[in-house]
C-alpha cells in the first residue's frame, strides 16, 4: 500500500522478497524429507512422498489434496508434506493480490471496496460451501482468501487511520486483546476434527488474532504476555517450526505408529533445535545482506529442481528399485490399489461421474455388458474381494459387475453418515433398478461390513438413533429388498463380517527406527465391535433363504486372524479391506462353499 502511494511499487521487488522470506527453509526441508524418505519408506509411500515434493515445490499442494481426499485416503498425519497445503493456499494469494491492488490503483478504485468485495465475496462462498463439498472448501484458496484479507484489512486501517488502531491505549485496547484471547481459547476449546471448516467456526481464531494486533503493544495481554521474550523468540523461528514440526511426527508414525508422550516431547525439543538452526543459518543469511539478484535466481533454479524431482518420483512409482527398507516388491504391490471407474459401467448404472471420480464409487465389469451374470454390490468391503471373485467367475466364463459405494451397505433407504456415502439411499436405488432390470444377472453377492450398520441411518427412524432403537427398520426394508430380488428370480448371497484388523499390515516388517515388527496376527476376540452386528444378522437371514458365506473362515484360524498367509504375502492392504493375495484366498474359500 504504501509503496503504491509513493510510486515505489515494484513486482520484482515485491517477488524478491518474498522468495527470499520463504524458499531458504522450505528447500531445506524438502530435501532433507526426499532424503529420508529414499532411505526409510517403501514404493507406494515414497510415490506419494514424490508427488507431495513437486506440490510443495509448486505451491500447489492443497489442490493435490482436495483430490486425494477420499474413503481410501490416506490419513493426514502419515503424509510428511501435508501440512504444506497452507503455505500453497498462502502463495496464491500473494500471485494474485498485488496485481489486484496494483490494478485498483490504477482504475482509481477505492481500496476498501476492493479489500471489503474479496473479503465478503470470499467468506460468502465459504460459507455456501462448507456443508455441500466440505473438502473443497477446505483446500481451496477462492473460500480461504477472507481470512488473509482481513489481515489485509488490519494493515490498512493502521497505515491510512492511525487513531483507530496499534496507537490505542486504556481500557479499550485492553479489551480487544481480552477479547482476542478469549475467541482463540474457544476455538481450542470447541472444535475437533470433526467441526466444519472453515465455515462460521474459522471466525473464531481469525477475528481473535484480528482483535490481538488491533490492540496494539499496549494492551495489558499483549504486553505482559506476547512481549514475553520467549515468546517472541518463538515467534522468531514460527515458520521454519512451522516447517519441521510436521514431517517429523509423521515419519515416526509411519514408521513406528502413533508416538508415545516421551517421543512427542523428544520430537518438539528436536523441531525446536532444527527451526532455530534453519533460522539462524539458513534463512537470515539468505534473506539478508547483499547478492539479491543470485539469490533469488539460485533459489528459483532449487525450488524448480526439487520439484522435477520429486514429479520423476511420482512418475517412477517410489523407485522400488530402491533396496532399502527391504520389503520385496510383491508386499508392496500389495499395499496399493487403483479404483477399476469405468465410464460405460457408471452410465448403465445411472450415477454421476463426478460423484464417482473421488475414489468413494466403484463400478467396473469383467467382461461386456451381454454376459453380465453376476453383481457384486455393498460397501468397499465389496470392491475389496471384487479382485478374487472376478477371477473365479471368469474360469466359468461369467461376466461381474462390482457397484460399491464406500461405506454404504447395499439396502435402500440407508442414510449414510459419511461425506462420501451421503447419497447411499439414491446410489443404492439406483442400483437395484440396474440389477432388478437386467435379466442377464443371475446372482446378487451382497457384501458389507456388519458393524457399519452402528453409525448408517435409516429412513424412518430418528436421527442418531442407537444401533437397538433401528433394528426394527433396517430389518423391515431388508426383508423388502431381498424379497424384491428374489421375486425378480436372483440368487441371493450374503457376506457381512468381513474383520477389521486393530494392526497396520505394515507392522508386519522391520523397518529404520524399529528393531521389532509389531506382529501380523490379531487375536479374534481383539477386533472391535463385531459379534453384536453379526449375530443380528445371522439371524436375520436365518429364515430368509439366501445363502450366508463367512469370509472369516478363510483368513482365521483357532481365534486367530493373520495378516500374511502361509509364503509370507500379505493378505490385508489396509487395516480394513483385502489386499489383491487376500481376496484371491477368500474368493478360493467362496468357490469350495455351497453358495459358489
Known sequence: FSNLDSQTFS???????????????LVLVL????????????????????????????FISNFLLSHEAGYFDKAADTKPLFHLWSLGIEEQFYIIFPALVWFAYKIRLRLPILLAGILFISFGINIATITQNPTMTFYSPVTRFWELMLGCSLSFVDLYRKNATLKAKGSLADFKSALGFLLIILALGLLDENSPFPGWWALLPTLGAVFIIWAGPQAFLNRMVLSNKLLVWFGLISYPLYLWHYPLFSFTRILGGEPSALTRVVLAIVSIALAWGTYKFVENPVRLGSYNKIKVAALCMLMVALGLIGFITYKGNGFPFRKDPPVDLVNQSQLTYENPLQQECIDMIGL??????GQEIFCSMSSPKENLQV????????????PGLEKIYKEKNMGVINVVNSSCPPFRGLIGNFGWSRDCGEINRKIYNYVLNTPSIKKVIMIFWAAEFQWIGVEGARKGAPFKEKIPFYSQLIQKDLSDLKKAGKEVVVSFDPPVMTKDPTDCFYRILQSNPNGCDVLESKIPNRQPYIRYFENLFKDMDVCTFYQSTALESGGVFHMLDSDGVLLFRDIYHLSSNGADKVAHAFMQSQCF
Open 352 to 357: 454421476n461421474r463426478e460423484a464417482a471420480d
Open 11 to 25: 513486482f520484482a521487488g515485491f517477488y524478491s522478497r518474498r522468495i527470499r522470506r520463504i524458499f531458504p527453509a
Open 375 to 386: 453383481a457384486v454390490v455393498g460397501d468397499s468391503m465389496a470392491s475389496a474381494l471384487m
Open 31 to 58: 530435501t532433507a524429507c526426499y532424503i529420508f524418505g529414499w532411505f526409510a519408506l517403501w514404493a507406494n509411500e515414497f510415490k506419494q512422498v514424490g508427488k507431495h515434493l513437486a506440490g510443495g515445490a509448486g
